[in-house]
C-alpha cells in the first residue's frame, strides 16, 4: 500500500490495515469470497465485484456500525478513501459538530452522508439522477434509522445546486461530490490515456454504470457548472467541494476559478493503498482557511541546496565573517532583501526574499555592459572633436577681429567680452551650418549703445557679464569637450530652434538658470528671457536615485523566500539555501549556481 504513509492521519486505516481472517470469521459473505494459501493468510480477487462488495461492506458493519446493501452493477466505493473525505471536511470546519452538508450524486451506497452522520451528527441533502441509485440510497438510510438527518431526492438535471437550494430556506455548510471522471467510453476504457505503456495494468475492476463513470465534458466541465452556479448562490453554501479523479483537472480548474475571480480555494490529496484521488474547494467566507494534507507538507520537506566554499577563494580570509559579508555584498548587487537571524563568528543565517531575478544570464550583461561602455568612449570621443573645432571657430573669430577678455580681470583666456567692429560679420557656428537660418545672423541692433548692454554667460559652474554687443543674438562658449554652452537666444531663433534652447538649459546649473538674463538694450528683436530648469542639485540627484535593496525590507511580492546560512562544517565553511516559500524552486538552485560561480 505505496500511499498509505500519506494517508490522512486520523484515518483508522492508516495504521490498522483491515484482518481479513478475522473479517472472514465474523462475517459469511466475505467469507465465501476470501481464499486462503498454504501460509494461511487470505486473499480476495478484487478483479471480481463480489470481492469487492464482500470487503466493503464487512468493514462499514465492523468499523462503523452500518449496515449497507448495494447491487453489483453500480459504483461500489473504497471506505478508506471516502473516509478521507470527511475527514478532510473535518479539518476545515474545525472538527465541528452538527453541519449541514449537500452530497451531489450520492449513489446506491449514500456512503458519504452515512459516514457523516455516524461520525459527526452532521446532517445531509443528498441528491441522485439514476433511480436504482435513488431507491438503494433510500433504502440504507431507513435500514440505519437516519431518516431524520438525511434527505434523499431525485435531480433531473444539470444544476444539481441550484435546482434543490431553488426553494429551501436557510444556508448549508458545505458540499460535496463524486463526479463522473470520464468524458467519453472510449476514455473510461482507458483507449484515450496518456498513461505510458509500460504502467501495469490495475489490480481490481470498477463496477460503475455509465452515469456514474461518464458525462459530457467529463470530471471537468462538471465542476465548472458547480463554479458558476456558486457564483449565484454564492453564501447559499459556505463551502463548495469536489472529488477529482485525475490530477490534470486539478490546475484546469484552479485556473476557472481564478476567471472567475474566485480567490479563497485549495486542493488536496487522498492517499490510500495504491490509489490517490483530488480534491478541489473553493468558498466565499473570508473565515475559511484551507488545510494542507500530509502529502503537500511531506512534499515541501526537502533538504537545503548546500555547497563547500573553497579556500583561498577571493583573496579574503576563510572564515565565516569575512565570506559571510563577501555574500551580502553578492546580495545587494542583486537586489536581494534579506534580514539578519543569526549572525556570529560561527554562522550568519538569513532570511531572504528576492523580488527580480538579477543572476541569470551573466555572461550576456558583461557582453551588453562592453558594448556600452564602447559606444560611451565613441560618443566622448566624438564630443571632443566636435570640441576642437569650436576652438578653431574661436580662434578664426579673434582672427576677425573679435577681442575675447574677462570684464573683470582682463584675462583673456577665460571668459569672454566681445568687442568688434561694425564692418565685422559674426556667424554663430551652428547658424552657420543650418542653411535655413542664415538670415537670423543679421545685425538687428545698431542702436545699441556701446558699454550698456549685459549679456549674462553661463557656464556649468559661474556666471559672467558680457558686454559691447553689436549685432550679436546667439553667444556660445564651450565649457567641456562634450557640452556645449548656449547663454542667450533672440526670440526668433528660440522659435525656429527650441530644441537647441532646451539642450542649452539641460547643460546649465540651476544657481545661474534661475535668474532671468536682462538686457539694457533698446532692441525690437530681443527681449528679457526667464529660464527656469530642473533641479540639478546633490539632494535632488540623491533623491531620485534607485534605492537600494537593504537589510530589513519588507517586500509586498516575491519571488521567492529561502534561509541562506554560512557556517563551519568540520574544517571547511559551507553554504546552505533552504526553501521557504515561492512560486518556483528552480529559482533557488539557480541562485546557488551564481554564488558557486562567484566564489570558486
Given at each position: 500500500m505505496a500511499f498509505n504513509k500519506f494517508m490522512h492521519p486520523r484515518n483508522i486505516y492508516k495504521e490498522k490495515r483491515p484482518d481479513f481472517k478475522a473479517l472472514a470469521v465474523k462475517y459469511e459473505e466475505f467469507r465465501e469470497q476470501a481464499t486462503q494459501d498454504l501460509t494461511g493468510k487470505v486473499h480476495l480477487d478484487f478483479k471480481k465485484p463480489e470481492s469487492h462488495r464482500a470487503l466493503m461492506c464487512a468493514l462499514l458493519k465492523d468499523d462503523f456500525g452500518l449496515d449497507v446493501q448495494i447491487p453489483l452493477d453500480r459504483l461500489i466505493p473504497a471506505v478508506p478513501?471516502?473516509?478521507?473525505?470527511?475527514?478532510?471536511?473535518?479539518?476545515?470546519?474545525?472538527?465541528?459538530?452538527?453541519?449541514?452538508?449537500?452530497?451531489?450524486?450520492?449513489?446506491?451506497?449514500?456512503?458519504y452522508p452515512l459516514l457523516g452522520c455516524k461520525t459527526n451528527n452532521w446532517?445531509?441533502?443528498?441528491?441522485?439522477?439514476?433511480?436504482?441509485?435513488?431507491?438503494?440510497a433510500r433504502e440504507n438510510v431507513t435500514r440505519n434509522g437516519m431518516n431524520e438527518f438525511i434527505e434523499v431526492v431525485h435531480s433531473k438535471s444539470d444544476h444539481v445546486l441550484s435546482e434543490v437550494l431553488s426553494d429551501r430556506p436557510g444556508a448549508y455548510d458545505f458540499c460535496m461530490c463524486n463526479p463522473p471522471f470520464f468524458g467519453s467510453y472510449l476514455e473510461a476504457q482507458g483507449v484515450l490515456s496518456s498513461k505510458s505503456a509500460d504502467r501495469p495494468e490495475p489490480m481490481s475492476i470498477s463496477t460503475a454504470s455509465e452515469v456514474e463513470g461518464i458525462v459530457q465534458g467529463?470530471?471537468?466541465e462538471f465542476v465548472k457548472k458547480m463554479i458558476s452556479q456558486s457564483l449565484v448562490l454564492k453564501d447559499k453554501v459556505r463551502v463548495y467541494t469536489s472529488m477529482l479523479g485525475k490530477k490534470s483537472s486539478v490546475q484546469k480548474l484552479k485556473a476557472e476559478l481564478v476567471n472567475s475571480q474566485i480567490t479563497n480555494f485549495a486542493s488536496t490529496e487522498f492517499c490510500q493503498g495504491r490509489t490517490m484521488r483530488w480534491a478541489i474547494a473553493w468558498t466565499f467566507d473570508p473565515t475559511?482557511?484551507?488545510?494542507?494534507?500530509?502529502?503537500?507538507?511531506?512534499?515541501?520537506?526537502?533538504?537545503?541546496?548546500?555547497?563547500?566554499?573553497?579556500?583561498g577563494v577571493l583573496?579574503?580570509?576563510?572564515?565565516?565573517?569575512?565570506?559571510?559579508?563577501?555574500?551580502?555584498?553578492?546580495?545587494?548587487?542583486?537586489?536581494?532583501?534579506?534580514?539578519?537571524?543569526?549572525?556570529?563568528?560561527?554562522?550568519?543565517?538569513?532570511?531572504?526574499?528576492?523580488?527580480?531575478?538579477?543572476?541569470?544570464?551573466?555572461?550576456?550583461k558583461r557582453r551588453q555592459n562592453l558594448r556600452a561602455s564602447l559606444e560611451t568612449e565613441k560618443k566622448v570621443k566624438s564630443d571632443i572633436d566636435d570640441g576642437q573645432g569650436d576652438k578653431d571657430d574661436a580662434e578664426n573669430m579673434e582672427d576677425s577681429g573679435v577681442i575675447m577678455e574677462d570684464t573683470d580681470t582682463g584675462n583673456t583666456s577665460d571668459m569672454v567680452n566681445v568687442k568688434e567692429t561694425p564692418k565685422t560679420d559674426i556667424k554663430n557656428p551652428l547658424t552657420s551650418k543650418n542653411k535655413d537660418n542664415e538670415d537670423i545672423s543679421e545685425a538687428a541692433c545698431a542702436n545699441v549703445p556701446e558699454n550698456k548692454s549685459a549679456l549674462a554667460v553661463v557656464t556649468g559652474a559661474e556666471s559672467v557679464a558680457a558686454s559691447d554687443i553689436k549685432g550679436i543674438h546667439l553667444l556660445e562658449?564651450?565649457?567641456?569637450?562634450?557640452?556645449?554652452?548656449?547663454?542667450?537666444?533672440s526670440?526668433?531663433?528660440?522659435?525656429?530652434?527650441?530644441?537647441?534652447?532646451?539642450?542649452?538649459?539641460?547643460?546649465?546649473?540651476?544657481?545661474?538658470?534661475t535668474e532671468p538674463v536682462e538686457s539694457n538694450a533698446s532692441c525690437s528683436s530681443t527681449h528679457t528671457v526667464g529660464i527656469t530648469v530642473p533641479d540639478m542639485s546633490e539632494s535632488k540627484l540623491k533623491s531620485s536615485a534607485i534605492a537600494p535593496v537593504v537589510e530589513g525590507t519588507t517586500e509586498a511580492e516575491f519571488m521567492f523566500k529561502s534561509k541562506l546560512s554560512v557556517k563551519k562544517f568540520s574544517s571547511a565553511i559551507q553554504m546552505e539555501i533552504a526553501w521557504m516559500e515561492g512560486g518556483n524552486r528552480e529559482l533557488m538552485h539557480q541562485l546557488l549556481q551564481y554564488f558557486k560561480n562567484k566564489l570558486k
Open positions: 478513501q471516502r473516509l478521507n473525505y470527511i475527514l478532510w471536511l473535518e479539518d476545515i470546519f474545525g472538527m465541528q459538530k452538527n453541519l449541514k452538508g449537500i452530497d451531489i450524486g450520492t449513489g446506491a451506497s449514500c456512503i446532517s445531509f441533502l443528498t441528491t441522485e439522477v439514476d433511480e436504482q441509485n435513488l431507491q438503494f467529463g470530471e471537468v475559511i482557511t484551507f488545510p494542507k494534507s500530509a502529502f503537500q507538507q511531506k512534499s515541501k520537506e526537502k533538504p537545503p541546496l548546500s555547497y563547500v566554499i573553497p579556500a583573496d579574503i580570509d576563510y572564515t565565516v565573517t569575512a565570506l559571510g559579508r563577501k555574500v551580502k555584498d553578492m546580495l545587494d548587487d542583486l537586489k536581494i532583501g534579506y534580514k539578519h537571524i543569526t549572525n556570529t563568528t560561527a554562522e550568519l543565517v538569513l532570511h531572504v526574499s528576492a523580488k527580480e531575478i538579477m543572476w541569470t544570464n551573466q555572461r550576456k562658449q564651450t565649457v567641456s569637450p562634450t557640452i556645449p554652452t548656449f547663454c542667450a537666444v526670440s526668433t531663433r528660440m522659435e525656429k530652434d527650441s530644441s537647441v534652447h532646451a539642450h542649452a538649459m539641460s547643460s546649465c546649473s540651476s544657481a545661474d538658470l
